[in-house]
């Protein structure tokens, strides 16, 4: 079973194209689950793998791991045995003949419009990384790009002529996200002076770079978001992928189409997408609070 989970792993990075965040993923849960089978003296042969010991397995998870966690978990077995099943090594998937946990849905976070303006004024514009901080957070809410996608931008991928960025989303997708006049101007006075933060040895491709000219990891992102959350004074806890939930809510409380969203976050599903409607809900709920004589 072991030599069929690094097969597997190879079918996600090749040709289902997953991310390496996901792969790492799907081999921790696996690797877990192929523990489980071990140390209980269970079969190893994947034929006999059967529902009986996926649920004792995911019943050993109850109490240590929250819904979330184990409903991703049951989602690695089914798809690893979808694999096998292809493959012919499995007539049925037993995964599938146990049911998920039920995950309670959580209502994305997200900033409000003016500590997204105090945000953005936070990096201080008169020198290179300053200017750098400054295109990326105006980048991030601007187009809702995922952190990976950002640092993956090369410099041939914007276009500030026409206002867009190309992007390289979940399993190698591409997509045209458009970027906003504030955005772009922020990239300009970025690029101007990025020069100075590029050496002969650094990577001439990245749009984003650290102090060594080397590409900006998602961790350096973080924590420089981490950092201009607490310059800006904003009581919150604030990650890229909060940004992220800030461009689709502020997009969706002024109106904007859900499909349009979809297409601008990348999204395959709709019902991914659909999380923000909770948003929404609750922003409409609190306006007819304020304005319906009968509330």
């Known amino acids: 079973m072991k030599q069929l989970i690094g097969e597997f792993s190879s079918y996600l990075e090749n040709e289902r194209r997953s991310s390496i965040h996901t792969v790492k993923n799907y081999l921790v849960d696996l690797t877990q689950f192929l523990d489980f089978l071990t140390n209980r003296k269970k079969t190893l042969n994947v034929h006999e793998i059967d529902q009986t010991m996926v649920r004792e397995y995911l019943g050993t998870l109850f109490g240590k791991k929250n819904p979330t966690s184990i409903a991703r978990k049951l989602s690695s077995i089914r798809s690893f045995f979808d694999f096998c099943q292809r493959r012919g090594l499995v007539k049925n998937n037993p995964g599938k003949e146990v049911p998920a946990p039920k995950v309670p849905k959580r209502v994305p976070k997200f900033l409000t419009v003016d500590e997204v303006f105090a945000l953005l004024d936070s990096p201080d514009g008169s020198a290179a990384l300053g200017r750098r901080d400054k295109a990326i957070l105006e980048l991030l809410y601007a187009s809702g790009l995922r952190v990976s996608e950002l640092v993956g931008l090369n410099i041939t991928d914007v276009n500030l002529e026409e206002g867009t960025v190309r992007v390289l989303g979940k399993g190698r997708k591409e997509r045209i996200v458009p970027v906003g006049k504030k955005a772009c101007e922020a990239l300009r006075n970025y690029l101007d002076l ?40 904003i009581q919150k806890a604030a990650t890229p992928h909060v940004l992220r939930h800030t461009f689709a809510t502020h997009l969706l409380n002024a109106g904007a189409d859900m499909r349009g969203i979809q297409e601008l976050l990348g999204h395959s599903s709709l019902s991914t997408t659909q999380k923000y409607t909770h948003v929404g809900i609750e922003k409409m709920m609190e306006v007819y609070d304020k304005t319906h004589p009968k509330a």
Do not use: C, M, W
């Not at 350096?220 to 959350?229: D, G, H, Q, T, W």
């Open 194 to 233: 990025r020069p100075a933060l590029v050496s002969a040895a650094a990577d001439h491709t990245a749009i984003f770079v650290n102090r060594n000219g080397t590409r900006l990891s998602t961790r350096a992102v973080e924590r420089l978001l981490i950092k201009y959350i607490k310059q800006s004074g």
